[in-house]
C-alpha cells in the first residue's frame, strides 16, 4: 500500500503538458525580447524618407545603424511597448508614458564620433517626446566638439581651415536652356531634383554633374546658387537676425560647445548657447530673461558645458534641414552610426526597376 500511495504521489507532481497555444505565446515572449536587447544594444533598421543626404543616400534606402561604434545608451524612457518608437504600429497613439524618466548613460562604443561620420540622432529641437524618441534624423558629422565652424561661399571651414566635402555633395544649380528638358534626360544623368524655373531649370546636382551639364551645347549657362555673404536668412540658427547676418551658405564663425569648456556669457553669445544651457544640459533651474542667463536664480556670467556637442549638415547642401536651422546636437542625442544599406526600393521606379540591386550591401561613407 505504501508503494502504491507513493507512485501515485509522483504522478499527480510530474509537470503538465503545455498546450500549443502556451508554448506559442512563450516562443514570441522570447522573440520579442530578444528583438528589443538586439535593437537596443547592437543594430537597427532605418529609412531614408527624403533627399536630404542624397546622393549619399537615397530616398527608399534602409539602414543598418550600428550602436556598437558609439555605445549604446541606456533607455531614458523605460514606459514603452517593446518596438515601437513614438506611436503604436498604424495608430496615433502614444507607444510610452513618461510618468517615470530615468538618466541616460551610454556604454563604452567601439569608437568616437568622427568628423563626416554618417550619424543618426534624436531631432534636437523637437520638444513634445522625451529625447531618447524624439524623430530620428540622419545626416554627417561636420563640425566636432570644440571646434570654431564656418561655412564660406558654401564651403565649409573647421578652425579656419576648409574640410574635404563628400564625394556625393550636391547643391542647387540654375540651368538656362530654351530646350525643354524631358524626365527622361533627368533620368539619364541621375539627376532626380529639380523644377522648372525662369528660362531653364533649377537642380540639385553635384559639381561634377554640373560642369557636364554645361558642356552640353543648348545649355547657355548653369550657375551655383549661393547666398552671398551679408544676406541675413532669418530661419537660420539661432534665428537672430539682428545679431547675426548669416545664412545657408555664408554662416558662423561660432563655437561648438565642448565638454568641460567653459564660455563668458555675453549679450552677443547667449542666443547660441542658451537651448544649449536651459534644454539639454538638464538645468532645472536654468532660464533666459531680458538677455541674461539665470541659473538658481543667479545671473551667470559664465558657463561650463556638461557634454559634447556636434553640428550635422545634410549632402544635399541646399536641400536639407540639418544643424545650420535647428543648432547644436547634445551628444545623449546620437544614437549609433550608419553602416550599410541593406535594401533600396525607387519610389519612382516601375514594377521591374522598383528595386536598386546595386545598393543593397552598400557600405555607407
Known amino acids: 500500500m505504501k508503494a502504491f500511495f507513493r507512485n501515485k504521489k509522483s504522478t499527480n507532481n510530474s509537470s503538465p503538458t503545455k498546450s500549443v497555444l502556451r508554448e506559442w505565446g512563450d516562443a514570441l515572449m522570447f522573440a520579442v525580447i530578444a528583438a528589443t536587447l538586439i535593437r537596443w544594444a547592437t543594430f537597427e533598421a532605418y529609412a531614408i524618407p527624403s533627399s536630404s543626404m542624397e546622393k549619399s543616400l537615397l530616398t527608399g534606402d534602409y539602414l543598418f545603424v550600428s550602436k556598437l561604434h558609439y555605445g549604446s545608451r541606456t ?17 496615433e497613439l502614444p507607444s510610452y508614458s513618461d510618468i517615470i524618466t530615468l538618466p541616460s548613460f551610454r556604454l563604452p562604443g567601439f569608437s568616437e564620433i568622427k568628423r563626416n561620420d554618417a550619424v543618426v540622432f534624436n531631432l534636437p529641437s523637437e520638444d513634445q517626446h522625451p529625447f531618447d524618441l524624439k524623430t530620428h534624423y540622419i545626416k554627417r558629422c561636420v563640425g566636432m566638439a570644440g571646434d570654431s565652424f564656418s561655412i564660406k561661399d558654401a ?3 573647421v ?12 547643391f542647387q544649380y540654375y540651368v538656362v536652356t530654351n530646350k525643354v528638358l524631358n524626365e527622361e534626360f533627368f533620368n539619364d544623368r541621375d539627376i532626380t531634383d529639380y523644377f522648372s524655373a525662369p528660362s531653364g531649370y533649377a537642380v540639385h546636382t553635384s559639381p561634377v554633374k554640373a560642369k557636364e551639364l554645361a558642356s552640353l551645347d543648348f545649355i547657355q549657362e548653369v550657375r551655383l546658387l549661393v547666398s552671398p555673404a551679408g544676406e541675413t536668412e532669418a530661419e537660420v ?3 537672430e537676425p539682428s545679431i547675426y547676418r548669416w545664412n545657408k551658405d555664408n ?22 548657447y542658451a537651448r544649449v544651457i536651459t534644454k539639454y544640459e538638464h538645468n532645472k533651474t536654468a532660464q533666459v530673461s531680458e538677455g541674461k542667463l539665470f541659473i538658481d536664480g543667479k545671473e551667470a556670467k559664465s558657463y561650463t558645458f556638461k557634454q559634447n556637442y556636434y553640428f550635422m549638415m545634410g549632402d544635399n547642401r541646399h536641400n536639407s534641414e540639418d544643424s545650420r536651422y535647428w543648432g547644436f546636437v547634445p551628444e545623449d542625442h546620437v544614437v549609433g552610426k550608419a553602416v550599410f544599406v541593406w535594401m533600396s526600393v525607387d519610389p519612382k521606379g516601375s514594377f521591374t526597376d522598383k528595386i536598386r540591386w546595386s545598393r ?4 555607407i561613407e
Open 75 to 91: 533607455p531614458a524612457t523605460p514606459l514603452q511597448v517593446p518596438l515601437t518608437h513614438q506611436t503604436i504600429w498604424g495608430t
Open 155 to 157: 564651403q565649409i571651414y
Open 159 to 170: 578652425n579656419g581651415q576648409p574640410i574635404p566635402n563628400p564625394k556625393e555633395e550636391q
Open 237 to 239: 540658427f539661432p534665428q
Open 251 to 272: 554662416y558662423g564663425p561660432l563655437y561648438i560647445p565642448k565638454k568641460g569648456t567653459t564660455v563668458t556669457i555675453t549679450p552677443n553669445n547667449l542666443p547660441l
Open 360 to 363: 543593397i550591401f552598400k557600405t
